[in-house]
C-alpha cells in the first residue's frame, strides 16, 4: 500500500500555481512508506487538463504518484453545475454522465509514470440529494447504464474509477460495499470499482467494518482507501483509530498495492461537510500528528 495526504487538507484548490508550495507542506509531513500519493482536485473541464499535466510533472519530480478525486461541486460552490446520473431528466444523466467522464480524462493525464490512472471520490452521486425512500429499480437502472458509460471511457483511458462509498447523511445511492459490489458486478467492466472511506463505513456498514473491508480488498475492485475519524478531525483521535492495526494488517493480507490517504478538510471546506468543530487547532498540526499515529501503528 502506498501512503498519501489530500491537497484539500491544505488548501482549495491546488493546481499548477501552488503544487510546489503544497507538496513542500507535505514534505514535512512525514509520510510513512515509500513512493506517497497525493491526492488532487479532479476537473471535468478538459480546459484544465494543463493542471493535470503540472500537478503530473511536480508529483513526479518529487517522487509522489497521483490519485484524482471527482468530487461533488458543492465543494467549489453552490454555483457549480450538478448533473446527476439517476436523474429524471435524460438530458441531465447524459450531463452527468459527460462531467464524470471528464474526471476520468482529468485522471489519466495526472497519473505519473508507470502508474495506473486512478480516480476516487463520489462522482457518481448528487451529494446530500434525497428522494425520501431509497434507490427504485428505474433508478437502479438508469445507474447502471451511467456507470457503464464511463466504466467504458475509464477502460479505454486505462483509468481505475472508483466512485466513494458515502453514508446515508450525504447519499442514498449505494452506502455500502456490498451494494457497491452488486453494482459493479452488474456494470461488469473491469476498471470500474470504489473507494472506502473509514469514517462512512463507521455510519453504514456492520458493526465491525473489518470484515467489510476484507470483503472488499479480496473482491479486487478497491481502487483507493480514506483513513477518516467519526468526527472527521485528526486521524487516531476518534473512534476509528483503534482499529487501524487491524485495518492495515487487512490491507497487507490481501495485497492491497494502492492508495491509503488519511483525508483531512481545511477549514474552507468545513461548511461542505458540515464540520463546525475544530478542536485540534491548525490543520498542519493536525496533518502532523495523524501521520504521526499511523508510523505507530
Given at each position: 500500500m502506498r501512503f498519501g495526504i489530500n491537497t484539500w487538507a491544505w488548501n482549495v484548490p491546488v493546481d499548477g500555481g501552488n503544487i510546489g508550495e503544497f507538496l513542500d507542506w507535505a514534505a514535512d509531513l512525514r509520510i510513512p512508506g515509500d513512493k506517497p500519493v497525493i491526492e488532487v482536485f479532479a476537473s471535468p473541464d478538459p480546459a484544465n487538463l494543463p493542471t493535470a499535466a503540472a500537478i503530473r510533472t511536480a508529483a513526479a519530480d518529487r517522487g509522489y504518484g497521483v490519485v484524482s478525486c471527482g468530487f461533488n461541486p458543492y465543494m467549489a460552490g453552490p454555483d457549480q453545475p450538478n448533473p446527476h446520473l439517476i436523474s429524471p431528466d435524460a438530458d441531465e444523466r447524459k450531463a452527468a454522465i459527460a462531467r464524470a467522464c471528464g474526471f476520468v480524462t482529468f485522471a489519466a493525464a495526472a497519473r505519473t509514470n508507470g502508474d495506473p490512472g486512478i480516480l476516487s471520490g463520489p462522482w457518481h452521486t448528487r451529494h446530500t440529494h434525497f428522494t425520501g425512500s431509497g434507490i427504485t429499480a428505474q433508478e437502479r437502472a438508469w445507474l447502471v447504464e451511467g456507470l457503464g458509460q464511463i466504466a467504458k471511457h475509464a477502460d479505454d483511458l486505462g483509468v481505475l474509477a472508483g466512485f466513494e462509498i458515502l453514508?446515508?447523511?450525504?447519499?442514498?445511492?449505494?452506502?455500502?460495499?456490498?451494494?457497491?459490489?452488486?453494482?459493479?458486478?452488474?456494470?461488469?467492466?473491469?476498471?470500474?470499482?470504489?473507494?472506502?472511506?473509514?469514517?462512512?463505513?463507521?455510519?453504514?456498514?456492520?458493526?465491525?467494518?473489518?470484515?467489510?473491508?476484507t470483503?472488499?480488498?479480496?473482491?479486487?475492485?478497491?481502487?483507493?482507501?480514506?483513513?477518516?475519524?467519526?468526527?472527521?478531525?485528526?486521524?487516531g483521535t476518534g473512534k476509528i483509530g483503534p482499529r487501524t492495526r487491524e485495518i492495515l494488517q487487512v490491507l497487507r493480507?490481501?495485497?492491497?498495492?494502492?492508495?491509503?490517504?488519511?483525508?483531512?478538510?481545511?477549514?474552507?471546506?468545513?461548511?461542505?461537510?458540515?464540520?463546525?468543530?475544530?478542536?485540534?487547532?491548525?490543520?498542519?498540526?493536525?496533518?502532523?500528528?495523524?501521520?504521526a499515529f499511523l508510523a505507530k501503528c
Open positions: 453514508n446515508r447523511f450525504e447519499s442514498y445511492v449505494l452506502n455500502t460495499v456490498d451494494q457497491a459490489l452488486d453494482v459493479i458486478a452488474e456494470v461488469g467492466h473491469p476498471n470500474l470499482g470504489f473507494n472506502w472511506d473509514t469514517s462512512h463505513a463507521h455510519i453504514d456498514e456492520d458493526e465491525d467494518v473489518v470484515p467489510n473491508l470483503k472488499a480488498s479480496l473482491s479486487g475492485r478497491l481502487f483507493h482507501v480514506h483513513l477518516s475519524e467519526n468526527h472527521r478531525r485528526a486521524y493480507d490481501t495485497h492491497y498495492k494502492l492508495g491509503v490517504v488519511p483525508e483531512l478538510f481545511c477549514e474552507a471546506l468545513d461548511g461542505a461537510i458540515h464540520k463546525w468543530n475544530r478542536t485540534e487547532g491548525d490543520i498542519h498540526t493536525a496533518a502532523r500528528n495523524s501521520f
